[in-house]
């Protein structure tokens, strides 16, 4: 009943920035909360940044004061502001939704988008 889609990542040089967006739709009533969740090469995955419709945040240790999570209620959509990129970030990052449809209670992940980190 709800679908969410990444969008954003790329190829990026250490100490650079980028910015992920992720649209939800579909029959939603509640979003509550959206995260980024990413996964690296031969690791699993990990949550990077949460932020409920109220708007309170937490990030993992790893990406504190570096990244910055927000969201526009009004669109559904969720971005994931990057800054001061390391090679460690480099991964798969996923959006992920969860709250209240017309059907009841979902829990939706995107497809993912890659970001490197290289120079």
């Known amino acids: 009943q709800v679908q969410v889609v990444e969008s954003g990542g790329g190829l990026v040089q250490p100490g650079g920035s980028l910015r992920l967006s992720c649209a939800a739709s579909?029959?939603?009533?509640?979003?509550?909360?959206m995260s980024w969740y990413r996964q690296a090469p031969g690791k699993q995955r990990e949550l990077v940044a949460q932020i409920t419709r109220g708007g309170t945040t937490n990030y993992a240790d790893s990406v504190k004061g570096r990244f910055a999570i927000s969201r526009d209620n009004a669109k559904n959509t969720v971005y994931l502001q990057m800054n001061s990129l390391k090679p460690e970030d480099t991964a798969v990052y996923y959006c992920n939704a969860r709250g209240v449809g017309v059907m009841g209670k979902y829990d939706a992940w995107g497809r993912g988008t890659q970001v490197t980190v290289s120079s």
């Open positions: 579909g029959s939603i009533l509640i979003i509550d909360p």
